[in-house]
């Protein structure tokens, strides 16, 4: 259960007269041979990843059982797909972060209850309209500009970090932008939202501050251009007009990919 096979792998025979096909000779190196033998491993039973179906080193450690004082669990359901998806990215995407320093304390004083992400929301909604290359997806050798603002909100859950969409959020108050974004992370917690729920955003946004740590560097959901972070915002000593003031400051960052975004716009 949990593990994976190439296509066309015999999973059973049934019926008389069933014949189990001929086993493969195992295609690998004199050293993953000699490492296999070291860590106790079934050479025709490791499942092969390398070029032509051979066994490579990583095959024969990811098959090795547990040594003393280690306990291994396979990457399965939603834990292997945003692993997939996240090393993907990572891959693929030549991305810079770019950070601004923000004053939030006007909005303190006027937001009560609410929290910061409706208004993160509805500002980046209209960046996107003046920075249309933003609001973009790339497709193969083509970047797809959207006329939508559908926008992907991470929610750390126990299956790990997914990306459920608001669709439509120029359309949205910013109530219900609240609710909207607390009902889908409610349901990615629970595990309950639709599949059309977790796919096809135009462009993310995080928050990663109530997390702990003053920064961090967001990697871009694949095949979207651009992710925002929003970060801890704190008390701070800022100089206005000349003076020394406490004023509630917090980081804004976007990583954006070089390949389609350049720096000065993003």
């Not at 910061?116 to 980046?124: F, G, H, I």
């Not at 501050?209 to 992710?227: C, D, K, S």
């Amino acid at each position: 259960e949990g593990q994976l096979g190439p296509v066309g792998t015999p999973l059973v025979l049934i019926g008389e007269g069933a014949v189990a096909p001929s086993p493969k000779k195992v295609q690998t190196t004199p050293a993953v041979r000699k490492l296999a033998s070291e860590l106790g491993v079934d050479l025709e039973a490791v499942r092969a990843t390398g070029v032509d179906g051979r066994v490579t080193e990583e095959d024969v450690r990811r098959a090795a059982p547990a040594r003393e004082g280690e306990r291994r669990e396979p990457l399965r359901g939603v834990r292997r797909q945003i692993a997939e998806h996240l090393t993907r990215a990572h891959r693929e995407v030549p991305a810079v972060t770019v950070v601004e320093e923000c004053d939030f304390t006007a909005l303190d004083d006027s937001r009560g209850e609410r929290s910061y992400l409706p208004y993160l929301v509805q500002a980046l909604v209209a960046g996107l309209k003046e920075f249309p290359e933003l609001n973009a997806t790339l497709s193969g050798q083509e970047i797809v500009y959207w006329e939508r603002y559908d926008i992907g909100v991470a929610v750390q859950t126990d299956e790990g970090l997914l990306v459920p969409v608001l669709r439509g959020a120029d359309e949205l108050s910013l109530d219900e932008i609240e609710t909207e974004v607390e009902r889908l992370a409610e349901g990615a917690r629970a595990g309950n939202l639709k599949p059309e729920e977790l796919r096809g955003s135009t462009f993310s946004v995080t928050s990663a501050g109530r997390l702990g740590g003053l920064f961090a560097t967001p990697l871009v959901n694949h095949p979207e251009v651009a992710i925002l972070g929003l970060h801890r915002i704190g008390e701070r000593p800022v100089v206005v007009d000349g003076q020394v003031v406490a004023r509630r400051l917090g980081w804004l960052s976007c990583t954006f990919d070089h390949r389609v975004v350049d720096g000065a716009r993003a």
